[in-house]
């Protein structure tokens, strides 16, 4: 079992900047994908953008250009930067941990989620 521990949440205005972070309790094996969603209230949840252990990072289209998901396998972490945020961006922000090991079994990690409310 893999823990993921977010933080950085919070209340922030329209157009500013949050960076989350995301600390699994394991060292980050070749095949983790780690990645940030999204869910706002009343909708479904959303990928924001996720990152390979080699770097390669994808995004959704609504956040290119504005937010940055980077890892740092020393410290079995991911972070995203968000700036110039919008108001609909208000929701649960949640840390994601998955990938294939080495018998070809899937598993699939959450961290508890944390709070972003973008105010106007």
């Known amino acids: 079992q893999v823990q993921l521990v977010e933080s950085g949440g919070g209340l922030v205005q329209a157009g500013g900047s949050l960076r989350l972070s995301c600390a699994a309790s394991?060292?980050?094996?070749?095949?983790?994908?780690m990645g940030w969603y999204r869910q706002a209230p009343g909708k479904q949840r959303e990928k924001v953008a996720d990152i390979t252990s080699g770097g390669s990072a994808n995004y959704a289209d609504s956040v290119k250009g504005r937010f940055t998901i980077s890892r740092d396998n020393a410290k079995n972490t991911v972070y995203l930067q968000m700036n110039s945020l919008k108001t609909e961006e208000t929701a649960v922000y949640y840390c994601n941990l998955d990938g294939v090991d080495y018998s070809d079994k899937y598993y699939d990690y959450w961290g508890q989620g944390t709070q972003v409310t973008v105010s106007s």
């Open positions: 394991r060292s980050i094996f070749s095949n983790d994908v």
